[in-house]
């Protein structure tokens, strides 16, 4: 809970800084740096945190499936069901930085 709240706050942080204009906006829309830079550290902190939430709980599902081997079968379709919704926070993240990507600048 608390990760997935500190990767919500960063990303809010830094999409901030994406949206934020300059007083002359160029006639051709293009990607400006600060976006490209929101989205590649909006990503690698999704990506990163994704990545820790699975490896912990892989470790966990391991260790329960160590200490009870007949719990396997439940541990197991809970430790699938899990990692498909960490998988997906990384999906939402992605989509979310492609926005800034591709959306910001026609907007402008």
Do not use: H
């Amino acid at each position: 809970m608390r990760k997935a709240l500190l990767m919500t706050l960063a990303m809010v942080l830094v999409a901030s800084s994406a949206f934020a204009s300059d007083a002359a906006a160029p006639a051709v829309a293009a990607v400006g740096p600060t976006a490209a830079w929101a989205t590649a550290i909006g990503m690698a902190l999704a990506a990163g945190l994704c990545g820790l939430g699975q490896g912990m709980g892989l470790k966990a599902a391991c260790e329960g499936t160590a200490r009870n081997p007949e719990a396997g079968g439940k541990l197991t379709v809970t430790l699938i069901l899990g990692l498909a919704f960490i998988e997906s926070l990384a999906i939402y993240a992605l989509v979310v930085n492609l926005i800034l990507l591709f959306v910001k600048p026609l907007g402008a």
